[in-house]
């Protein structure tokens, strides 16, 4: 596995991994209205039509559940190669 990239952080970034579908795998705290049921019946992060999470800050591009984000949220690395994944696709649309 590669080692995180140094140069990447989240403050340069438009979210681009808040666009992703997250699931729910743990308690940890998410408000219920920010998710809903998928068609396996498992709880997901509730995303608006446009494919972001629910739970961000539009204005500031923040997580506003920070402290009761899932599990995958906290697992995702920054820097790493899903990170570098998503971002290389955010720019690419843009
Ligand atoms: S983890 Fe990566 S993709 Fe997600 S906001 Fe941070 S830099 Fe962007
Ligand atoms: S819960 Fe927070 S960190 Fe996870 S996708 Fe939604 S806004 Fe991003």
């Known amino acids: ?18 666009r992703l579908e997250v699931r729910c795998l743990t308690e940890t705290g998410v408000p219920p209205h920010f998710t809903r049921r998928d068609a396996w ?15 961000l800050d539009r204005d500031r591009l923040r997580c506003r559940i920070y402290e009761q984000r ?12 899903e990170c570098l994944i998503e971002r290389e696709a955010a720019w690419s649309n843009n």
């Open 1 to 18: 596995m590669s080692a995180p990239s140094p140069a990447v952080t989240c403050d340069q970034c438009a979210a681009a991994c808040c």
């Open 41 to 55: 019946g498992a709880v997901v992060m509730k995303r608006l039509d446009d494919g972001w999470c629910a739970a």
């Open 70 to 81: 899932p599990l995958l949220c906290r697992e995702f690395a920054m820097g790493g190669p």
